[in-house]
Each structure stands twice: as structure tokens, then as C-alpha cells.
Nanobody
Framework: QVQLVESGGGLVQAGGSLRLSCASS????????VGWFRQAPGKERDFVAA????????DYADSVKGRFAISRDNAKNTVYLQMNSLKPEDTAVYYC???????????????????WGQGTQVTVSS
């Protein structure tokens, strides 16, 4: 069983930065690929970024490429999402999710992930 807890959300002005953390209590966290998704009010939960179990491979939604960076520290059972140059349209609840090692073609699919955190709110003011 993998339990995920997100933290680091908050209120920031446009152009600012935040770093989200996704911490796991599972001993086998290093065996899992991890994705970040976000959901704005009234919208679907969309893919943001993913990182494979070793950290060697990362993937990003086009809307965040060049602004966001995903990384992981398996010794700390934690995955990070560094968010720079934030825009009001980045406002959403951000969720991390963990799943078994995935083909690159599936990292953006919600149903690829077995475990989800409770989410952390990110609000970007204009």
C-alpha cells in the first residue's frame, strides 16, 4: 500500500514560484512511477508531469513545459514539482499519483495510477 501526501501549495502572484512535494509512507515508493495532475473548478483532472521510478525519464504537458520541473529523491520517498513563472491559469488543486512502471504512452492517463493523494491548492493571482 502506498499513501501519498501533497504539500507546498498556496497563494502566489503571477510570475512567482512554488515547489510542491509528494511524500510517501510506502517502503517501495522507489518502485513506482509518479505523476502530477491538476483540477480546476468545473474542469477535468488533467496531466501535468510525470517521472519514472528511477528519475531518468520525465514528461510534461505542453502547457507547463519550460516552466515546471519534476524530480524525485527516493531516499526521502518524495517527488517534487517545481513551478516557475506561474500564471493565473495554473490555479487548481494539484494531485500526485503513483503507479507501476509505465510505458511513456500511458504516463498522462489518470487510470494508469493506482494511488492518489488528497491534493493541495495552488492559487495564482493576476
Amino acid at each position: 500500500q502506498v499513501q501519498l501526501v501533497e504539500s507546498g501549495g498556496g497563494l502566489v502572484q503571477a510570475g512567482g514560484s512554488l515547489r510542491l512535494s509528494c511524500a510517501s509512507s510506502g517502503r517501495t515508493f522507489s518502485n513506482y512511477d509518479v505523476g502530477w495532475f491538476r483540477q480546476a473548478p468545473g474542469k477535468e483532472r488533467d496531466f501535468v508531469a510525470a517521472i519514472n521510478w528511477s528519475g531518468a525519464n520525465t514528461d510534461y504537458a505542453d502547457s507547463v513545459k519550460g516552466r515546471f520541473a519534476i524530480s524525485r529523491d527516493n531516499a526521502k520517498n518524495t517527488v517534487y514539482l517545481q513551478m516557475n513563472s506561474l500564471k493565473p491559469e495554473d490555479t487548481a488543486v494539484y494531485y500526485c499519483a503513483a503507479g507501476p512502471p509505465l510505458p511513456r504512452s500511458r504516463v498522462a492517463m489518470r487510470n494508469s495510477y493506482n494511488y492518489w493523494g488528497q491534493g493541495t491548492q495552488v492559487t495564482v493571482s493576476s
